[in-house]
């Protein structure tokens, strides 16, 4: 009897072991790792993202911004969950495609973070993204009236502006978050090769080659939708930039993007 006992503790022990190791493991093969450390400039653009469009009006207590990491396509950057206005570089995290945090180290990521995550792994060109909820952008999300180009600085609005359903994408009733990674990749799939997608009575997605375009992206959207707005307030016909005309102001104007990035930046900056 007492042998028998003493038989079942080793096994016990030794499969208690072995499960240990295996969990060892497999933590060690899913933790994502990081992709060394950034160019603090790029960290101080990220910061300086965040600060421009709670300035410029794009978010307030909530939206955010992103970069991809220069060393490691799979892996970008973006702050822990706060307030963009309040974001400073040691809030920034780094996160796998799958959304998952290198090191947390105990802070709150966004729930949202997956629209970053999915966008990144579907469009290889695509260096950062902003999530708003653009105020004058969100009744072109939820009516019949489309978006479209009104003046040369929103030129890159030429070609339409597809508009996120979720409910589509869930089958059915959601808290209109993307909270997870299905999710993100439907909002993906529906931005496709395009600068801009507005999410039904939720906000925006903008995404840029740089923080600069990006942030140029989503202040000028907004822009766009308030005049737009006011122009069919008016009245009659609007006259919208016609294809080729958005397509000649996007490549004029484009060029000239960090004119008004020093400027958003210094006075987001310094206050």
Known sequence: MLMTTRRQIVVAGAAALAHAM????????????????????????????????????????????????PGDPQRYLMSRSIAP????????MEYDLDSNAVDARGRTSYLERFIHGEIYRARPDVKSIVHNHSPSVIPFGVSTAPLRPLYHMSAFLGGGVPVFDIKAAANG??????????????????????????????????????????????????????????????????????DEEARRAEASVGGTITRPWELWRKKALSR
């Open 22 to 69: 295996i969990a060892r493991v497999t933590t060690a093969q899913t933790a994502p790792t990081s992709a060394g450390p950034v160019d603090p400039g790029l960290i101080d653009d990220l910061v300086a993202a965040n600060r421009i469009l709670a300035d410029q009006g794009v978010v307030d207590g909530y939206g955010h911004v992103s970069v991809r990491h």
């Open 85 to 92: 206005e309040l974001v400073t570089a040691a809030d920034v």
């Open 173 to 242: 009733p959601s808290d209109m978050l993307v909270r997870t990674a299905a999710l993100g990749r439907a909002l993906a799939q529906t931005l496709g090769a395009r600068p801009v997608a507005l999410m039904r009575g939720h906000g925006a997605v903008v995404v840029g080659a740089a923080p600069a375009q990006a942030v140029f992206r989503s202040v000028y959207t907004e822009v766009n939708a308030r005049l737009q707005a006011q122009a069919m307030a008016l009245g009659g016909p609007v006259t919208y930039l016609d």
